[in-house]
């Protein structure tokens, strides 16, 4: 095997696992969302219909950037103009959407996620939700580009979450993060004759600043 299809197989492994992890931590149900992560020139994406527990090695897809299937039988996520809208616009090697149950209902209450925590940083800011537009559509993915201008995430008003990230771990990380935000601005706004406190703007940027020192230094 070349190093190239070594890489390829290596990502693959590591975005079913994380397609399955997707489900396990409950945030699809059935074969719903998608998990895509770039390899040089291709995109390898999660299968349209097909169960996560089903895929192995042999069921690998990928397409290019000009979104032509060049690997596998099976055909492609129907969300695929979306995964390639954020690889030809970001620096993104890594994408996950989902249909989280809280990022979905607060992305039918807001067109942007109240800052009731201070995460939204990580993301770059308040989470704007991108209007509705028919799933899989040219129309939603131009939504969700704007959406996540200046952001790593965003809402998809009546259809779940989408984030990216340089690793689908960070990705991963970043869907859960948001999925985590909304439920506490559901929970918190739902106390009768309470109103959440939230933070302001500059509050977010002084968190922003701080996080680019976050974590382990590199070696």
Sequence with gaps: MSDDEAAIAAAWSELVDTARRTAAEGLVVGT???????????VLVTPTGV???????????????????????????????????VYRHTDALAVVHTHAVHATAVSTLVTELPLIHYMAAALGGPVRVAPYALYGSEELAGHMLRALEDRTGCLLQNHGALTYGTSLAQAYDRT?????????????????????????TDQLDEVAERLRGYGQPQR
Excluded: F, K
């Design 176 to 200: 859960a993060q948001l999925e985590w935000m909304c439920r506490l601005w559901l929970t918190a706004s739902a106390r009768p004759g309470r109103t959440p406190s939230l933070l302001t």
């Design 32 to 42: 719903s969302g998608n998990v895509s992560v770039r390899v040089g020139d291709l």
């Design 51 to 85: 169960p996560y527990d089903r895929l192995g090695p042999a069921d690998t897809v990928a397409v290019d950037l000009e979104g032509r299937q060049v690997r596998g039988t099976l055909r492609p996520t129907s969300e695929i103009p979306m995964h390639l809208a």
